[in-house]
């Protein structure tokens, strides 16, 4: 079982920048699947980014290519999701979540394919 804290959340202007972290404790760090997740109110969690075990491939959503990284220090037991050129439409709660058994590419987008969730972190865009 592996344990995950997000930090790094808060509230930012449009067109600026965020780094989100997640923590994780517990068993080995190297050997889950990690991604993050949002979810605005009144809507359904969606899907940001996803990062294999090792980093070498790395995934996201639609709506954040091209204004999101993410990246994982697997001595650290870290992984991050760096925001840039964020808009309004980004606010939401983030969650980060973990996936111990191997996962095709696809499933790294489904939400139900993660066993463990942390609390998420708020961010708020404003215009």
């Known amino acids: 079982q592996v344990q995950l804290v997000e930090s790094g959340g808060g509230s930012v202007q449009a067109g600026g920048s965020l780094r989100l972290s997640c923590a994780a404790s517990?068993?080995?760090?190297?050997?889950?699947?990690m991604g993050w997740f949002r979810q605005a109110p009144g809507k359904e969690r969606e899907f940001v980014a996803a990062i294999t075990r090792s980093g070498s491939s790395t995934y996201y959503g639609d709506s954040v290519k091209g204004r999101v990284t993410i990246s994982r220090d697997n001595v650290k037991n870290t992984v991050d999701l760096q925001m840039n050129s964020l808009k309004p439409e980004d606010t939401a709660v983030y969650y980060c979540?973990?996936?111990?058994?191997?996962?095709?590419?696809?499933?790294?987008?489904?939400?139900?394919?993660?066993?463990?969730w942390g609390q998420g972190t708020q961010v708020t865009v404003s215009s």
């Open positions: 979540a973990a996936r111990y058994t191997r996962v095709t590419a696809a499933d790294l987008s489904v939400d139900s394919s993660y066993n463990y």
């Open positions: 517990g068993r080995t760090f190297s050997n889950y699947f």
